[in-house]
């Protein structure tokens, strides 16, 4: 576990980077949505909703990261534009500044992570009030979420099992392997953790739930300087035993920038799946151009050649298996003006900034506490970094 004096400097720095790197929509296709149960939470709803929309349609949930917004996130990666085409509804749960300075789910605090209870609970009364209000198909509700956002989604998917046919976590950690601030920061380092049994104990005990588990995808990308690649093979492990398969039973895609695992279940069906993307740093892998392209590259939107949204709805049987269809040839920024390898963290706002410096000059910072001072150094930084309100 690393020391006072090394977490506190970390956390000190976060408030200036994250200003160099939140990025406004410049579309905004959302509407709010009032909540019709309880909101322990106090998140934010926005949906989209198709023109025409069928009745019984998909529900997909997504969660942005830390320092971005809903419509942000939707106009970077996209899932409006395949909801229009696709005819499913989407619901976005959005953090405020109250709960968090930078906006990223507490997915770390053991009140808002768990069943019944804080953010966790708040997501749960939106996704009643979207399904009643629109008519969806309850069992056709999928969950997606990148970084804060993807181990929030882990934690729905663990707390509400029942809720969702599958989910998706992007540069995401594992549910339950993290209840504190110095657990988050090793976790996402790749220090420590439960092994293969615990994890999955920690999912069978998060509800009461005995029936069928979601599917999963899981995308990461290999040069990820914030969350250790090992939290998808924790993820994955975490997974693979809830749906009765062994880790190291599984087929293998090896394609141009990316490799993807498929594990089958009984039945022969995929029942997790893991894209590992070459040399991407923290982020969503889009694919903006071309005949599947969707979304907008930007900080944590990273052109790669490769859509997650795209390749996540097929996974959940939202589109055709292998889609192709007429796009407009849209030209977005390229991969070398957003691949860093030494990204700000973003789950939780914690931070961990690349000591060699490879995303836009920025370093680690170097605050240190005095010992007169030190709880209130502690306290403002914690506030700083969107650990304590």
Request: aromatic letters at 6%.
């Amino acid at each position: 576990m690393r020391n006072l004096q090394d977490t506190v400097a970390r956390l000190a720095s976060l408030k200036a980077a994250y200003r160099k790197e939140s990025a406004a929509p410049t579309r905004n296709r959302l509407a709010d949505m009032k909540i019709a149960g309880a909101n322990p939470g106090a998140l934010k709803a926005k949906t989209f909703i198709p023109g025409n929309l069928s009745s019984g349609a998909p529900l997909v949930v997504v969660l942005h990261g830390c320092t971005q917004n809903a419509a942000g996130y939707d106009e970077g990666s996209g899932w409006s534009d395949l909801a229009d085409r696709y005819d499913f509804a989407l619901l976005f749960p959005e953090q405020q500044r109250a709960n968090n300075a930078n906006l990223c789910f507490n997915w770390f605090e053991p009140g808002d992570a768990k069943r019944d209870g804080g953010e966790a609970r708040s997501i749960r009364e939106m996704i009643e009030t979207i399904v009643t209000t629109h008519g969806l198909d309850r069992n056709r509700i999928f969950i997606v979420g990148l970084s804060a956002g993807g181990a929030m989604s882990s934690v729905m998917l663990a707390t509400y099992p029942e809720v969702f046919a599958g989910g998706a976590i992007i540069a995401g950690l594992p549910f339950g392997t993290a209840t504190s601030v110095p657990e988050a920061f090793d976790r996402m380092r790749g220090h420590g953790g439960p092994g293969e049994a615990q994890l999955q104990t920690l999912v069978r005990s998060a509800s009461p739930h005995k029936g069928r588990w979601p599917t999963i995808s899981v995308w990461h990308g290999t040069a990820d300087g914030t969350v250790d690649v090992s939290n998808m093979e924790a993820i994955v492990r975490q997974w693979t035993g809830l749906h009765g398969v062994n880790t190291t039973d599984f087929t293998s895609e090896h394609e141009k920038g990316y490799v993807r695992r498929i594990w089958n279940d009984a039945d022969g069906r995929p029942a997790v799946e893991a894209y590992s993307v070459q040399g991407m740093g923290h982020g969503t892998p889009l694919a903006t151009s071309g005949a599947d392209g969707y979304g907008k590259a930007g900080p944590y939107m990273l052109e790669t050649g490769i859509s997650s949204t795209l390749r996540i709805a097929s996974f959940w049987g939202l589109v055709g298996a292998n889609p192709s269809h007429s796009r407009d040839d849209r030209k977005g920024p390229q991969a070398k003006d957003f691949v860093h390898t030494g990204d700000i963290l973003l789950p939780g706002a914690l931070v961990h900034q690349n000591e060699e410096t490879q995303a836009g000059g920025r370093q680690t910072g170097t605050a240190k506490a005095s010992g007169s001072g030190i709880q209130k150094v502690i306290e403002d930084a914690l506030r700083a970094a969107g650990l304590m309100k």
